[in-house]
């Protein structure tokens, strides 16, 4: 259930609750604090977060919980993101990307304060900025680990190149690529982004494993196209949940990806948990895979 992620000595759970969508679930303090709780029985440690998740406002309904709990911290990872800036009526007036070195600082500080921690586990930067300064990068990583507030480092929706241009600059290894994928997002296939991953022993975690719920809704045609098929492999393998399958569509690959679930409901998390058990056969891989594709292989 556990991972080594990317050969590091960190451990995150295999899958990976999302708090994204945390303000629309409209959880009490104790109810968030017990869906935390059931999660981790079910062996899901690590909660992915952001500073701008809920405009600004998740990572603090989560940090409510640790102040009220804080034995709660030793038993979960915590993974948060920076770079992205959202408008502000008082001080911002679009959206942007920032990377520099004091912003970086800045919002980990308010992130560990928000979520009442003294350290985060993982640190993403959350989107490539065209203005990113890798040199910066490395010495706002360098001093953030030195203090001991932030222990890995990662980005997320990297491309190959700018993962590699990153990396270039640090002392300390980019631990992942947190990126967009299911049978509804096959981008990474093809920009080869998961043969380079696989090359550098990088485990992705990998967000919207249903599409942000697209994969159920058949509002389209290729949604209704992946549908189709994910009912066919339910039936060939005896599975009544169409979730189980697509996670163990994802949980397959050689890759060991981390997928990051985005529900608020702790029975759909189960059905995640339960794909760890089930292997899916190559020939049903495919069939998922060629729905998503919308054509036949070559
Ligand atoms: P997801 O698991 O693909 O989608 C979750 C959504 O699908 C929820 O609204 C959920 O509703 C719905 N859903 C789940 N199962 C369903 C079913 N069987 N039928 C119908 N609807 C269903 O993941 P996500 O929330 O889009 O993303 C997961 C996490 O990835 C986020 O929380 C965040 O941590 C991370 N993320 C990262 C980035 C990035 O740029 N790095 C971007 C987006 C997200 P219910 O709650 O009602 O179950």
Redesign the pocket.
């Known amino acids: 259930m556990k991972i080594n992620v990317s050969n590091s000595a960190l451990e995150l759970s295999r899958i990976v609750q999302?708090?994204?969508?945390l303000n629309q679930w409209n959880f009490s303090v104790k109810e968030t604090e017990n869906f935390i709780l059931k999660a981790i029985d079910l062996g899901v440690t690590t909660f992915?977060?952001a500073d701008i998740y809920g405009n600004y406002t998740c990572e603090s309904l989560f940090g409510e919980v640790l102040k009220n709990n804080p034995s709660l911290r030793s038993k979960i990872q915590i993974v948060t993101?920076t770079g992205i800036v959202l408008p502000n009526k008082e001080k911002r007036r679009i959206h942007y990307y920032d990377t520099t070195k004091s912003h970086i600082i800045n919002s980990v500080d308010q992130s560990l304060k928000n979520l009442n921690t003294d350290f985060i586990d993982l640190l993403l930067i959350?989107?490539p900025d065209p203005l990113m300064d890798p040199m910066e990068i490395a010495e706002a990583f360098i001093e953030l680990h030195k203090s001991g507030k932030v222990l890995y480092f990662g980005v997320?929706?990297f491309s190959i190149q700018q993962f590699k241009t990153l990396q270039s600059k640090l002392s300390i290894p980019i631990v992942t690529n947190?990126i967009?994928l299911?049978p509804y997002n096959l981008e990474h296939f093809q920009n080869d982004n998961i043969y380079f991953l696989l090359e550098k022993n990088v485990n992705p975690m990998v967000?919207?494993?249903?599409?942000?719920?697209k994969l159920?809704?058949a509002t389209n045609e290729k949604s209704i196209r992946i549908l189709t098929a994910l009912k066919e492999v339910a039936q060939e393998l005896n599975i009544d949940k169409?979730?189980t399958i697509v996670y163990s569509w994802l949980l397959s690959h050689p890759l060991k990806v981390l997928p990051?679930?985005?529900?608020?409901?702790i029975e759909?998390l189960k059905n995640a948990i339960e794909a760890l058990d089930l292997q899916m056969p190559r020939e049903l891989w495919f069939k998922i895979y060629k729905a998503g594709l919308g054509h036949d292989v070559p």
């Open positions: 999302g708090m994204m969508r992915d977060h993101k959350h989107r997320s929706n947190q967009e299911s967000w919207s494993p249903l599409a942000g719920g159920f809704d169409l979730d990051i679930s985005g529900s608020g409901k759909r």
